[in-house]
Structure formats: C-alpha cells, structure tokens
C-alpha cells in the first residue's frame, strides 16, 4: 500500500471538522470538501447572514471564485497545481438559480483541458455556503 500523507493549508480556511485539508496517496491528492469561508474567521465572500444567521442573500459567483482560489491555495502548499485536477464533484444547493452562474465560470477557469465534474444539488452543507467542492488532482 502507498504511504499516506495528511495536508493541512495554511491559507485555506480552517475544516469544519476532525478532517485534513488534503490527503496525498502516491500521486493521487484528494481534497476534502473546500467551501468559500476565509480562514480565521467565519467570513463568507458573498453571503449576509441575518442575526440568527441563516442566509439573507448570497452571491454565487463571488462563492464559486473563493472555493476556487481555496482550492488552488491547497492545490499548491501540497506540491500540486490547478492544471492537475483530474476530477471535481461540486455540491450546490440551489442548481436552478446558480448552475449556469458556476457553469460559466467553469468554463473560465477550466479554459484549457477541463477536468472531468459532477454537479449534485444537496439541501444544506455544514456551514452557510452555496457551494462546495471535493477534488482530486494529481502530482507531478
């Protein structure tokens, strides 16, 4: 069996839970869920939160451009890059109004040879976001 290797990033925001950022098998990099929180703050770009702090209104693409720069924060304190992500499953929870929004960003950040996706629609994550993602990339 390879050695495993647990990441943790020193950019991206902290985990929600008992988890590394990343776990690197041989040179295979498996991201766990990354959201767009900020790290050492309950920060989310493109969200106001009511006093009880349930959703007033987000925006999904200010969300989709910190999950992705989240990503390649941990992409890169890992030894990887964003070119190497092989596979991405994206968990949105609101698919009619957001999926072309993030579907077009996709398109700008995988402009050249994208990797391969599915996109869930789930009813809640951990935290107050729209979107997460779950990656796997390679290493050189």
């Not at 920060?43 to 999950?67: F, H």
């Amino acid at each position: 069996m390879s050695e495993q290797q647990s990441i943790n990033s020193t950019k991206a925001p902290e985990p929600v839970g008992h988890y590394p950022h990343a776990r690197r098998v041989g040179n295979l990099l498996f991201l766990s869920g990354v959201g767009p929180r900020e790290r050492g703050t309950k920060k989310i770009p493109g969200v106001e939160l009511t006093d009880s702090g349930t959703i007033a209104s987000y925006d999904i693409e200010t969300q989709c451009r910190s999950v992705f720069q989240n990503v390649r924060w941990v992409l890169e304190e890992a030894g990887s890059r964003w070119e190497n992500i092989v596979d991405v499953t994206v968990f949105l929870t609101n698919m009619k109004d957001d999926f072309n929004i993030y579907n077009r960003l996709w398109a700008e950040y995988f402009a050249e040879n994208p990797p391969c996706r599915t996109t869930l629609e789930i009813n809640c994550l951990p935290t107050p976001i729209a979107i997460e993602l779950k990656v796997v990339a390679t290493i050189d």
